[in-house]
C-alpha cells in the first residue's frame, strides 16, 4: 500500500496569507490528524477527522482549520498567517483494528512564512 | 500543562542489552498509547501500540507495557541494537473530546556497539 502523502512539501508565503495542505491517507484508514511541528513546542496535535467530521480539536486559534472529503482525503487552511506559523506540518492517517491503533505519518509540508 | 511527559532527555545502552524507555500522562481518558521512532529531518515511524485496557503488547523486539495506576508507559527494545539510534516518542491518543492527542518531548536512545 502507498504511505500518507502530503502536498505540497514546501511551502513560502508572506504575513496575512492564507494557505491550504493536503493529506492523502492510507488507503482503507478513515481517520486523518494534523500535528504542528517546530523546534520550540515538539509535535502539537492540531485536530482530527474521522468519517468528514472533525472528532477532537487541540489548542490552536480558529484560524487554523480543516476538512475531510468522502475519500478520506483531508485539507487544512491557515488564514491570516503570522511568522509563528512557520512549521512542519505532519498529517497521519490511522486505523483502529480490534484493541490496536496503527498511525503512521506523511513526509509533512514545510512552511516558511516570511 | 503537559499531559504527557519523558523525563530523561537521553538514554546510552550497550548494543545486546535491554533499553527501557519511559513515558509519564495524566489524563485517564486516552484510549491508546503509542511509541515512534524518529530520525532527523523525518517523519516519526510509528513502532508499537497499546490500548488503554490491556497492559501489555508485545511485538518482536518491542514490549510496550502500561501501568494504568501509576499512569506510566515504557518501551522495552530486546536486544538493543545499532540502528535502534534514534529519537523515541511515546504518544497518547484520545478518540473523542475527552482528551487532546499528545506526544511526549522525546528521549534520544543511543546504542554503543
Known amino acids: 500500500k502507498a504511505g500518507v502523502t502530503q502536498t505540497p512539501r514546501y511551502l513560502i508565503k508572506t504575513r496575512g496569507q492564507q494557505v491550504t495542505l493536503s493529506c492523502s491517507p492510507i488507503s482503507g484508514h478513515r481517520s486523518v490528524s494534523w500535528y504542528q511541528q517546530t523546534p520550540g513546542q515538539g509535535l502539537q496535535f492540531l485536530f482530527e477527522?474521522?468519517?468528514?467530521?472533525?472528532?477532537n480539536k487541540g489548542n490552536f486559534p480558529g484560524r487554523f482549520s480543516g476538512r475531510q472529503f468522502s475519500n478520506s482525503r483531508s485539507e487544512m487552511n491557515v488564514s491570516t498567517l503570522e511568522l509563528g506559523d512557520s512549521a512542519l506540518y505532519l498529517c497521519?492517517?490511522?486505523?483502529?483494528?480490534?484493541?490496536?491503533?496503527?498511525?503512521?505519518f506523511g513526509p509533512g509540508t514545510r512552511l516558511l512564512v516570511l | 500543562d503537559q499531559q504527557v511527559k519523558q523525563n530523561s532527555p537521553s538514554l546510552s545502552v550497550q548494543e545486546g542489552r535491554i533499553s527501557i524507555l519511559n513515558c509519564d500522562y495524566t489524563?485517564?481518558?486516552?484510549?491508546?498509547f503509542l511509541w515512534y521512532k524518529k530520525y532527523p529531518a523525518e517523519g516519526p515511524t510509528f513502532l508499537i501500540s497499546i490500548s488503554s485496557i490491556k497492559d501489555k503488547n508485545e511485538d518482536g523486539r518491542f514490549t510496550v507495557f502500561l501501568n494504568k495506576s501509576a499512569k506510566h508507559l515504557s518501551l522495552h527494545i530486546v536486544p538493543s541494537q545499532p540502528g535502534d539510534s534514534a529519537v523515541y516518542f511515546c504518544?497518547?491518543?484520545?478518540?473523542?473530546?475527552?482528551?487532546?492527542?499528545?506526544f511526549g518531548d522525546g528521549t534520544t536512545l543511543t546504542v554503543k556497539p
Open positions: 477527522y474521522f468519517s468528514e467530521t472533525q472528532r
Open positions: 489524563n485517564s481518558m486516552f484510549d491508546y
Open positions: 497521519a492517517s490511522s486505523l483502529v483494528e480490534g484493541l490496536k491503533l496503527a498511525q503512521y
Open positions: 504518544a497518547a491518543i484520545a478518540l473523542t473530546n475527552a482528551g487532546k492527542s499528545t
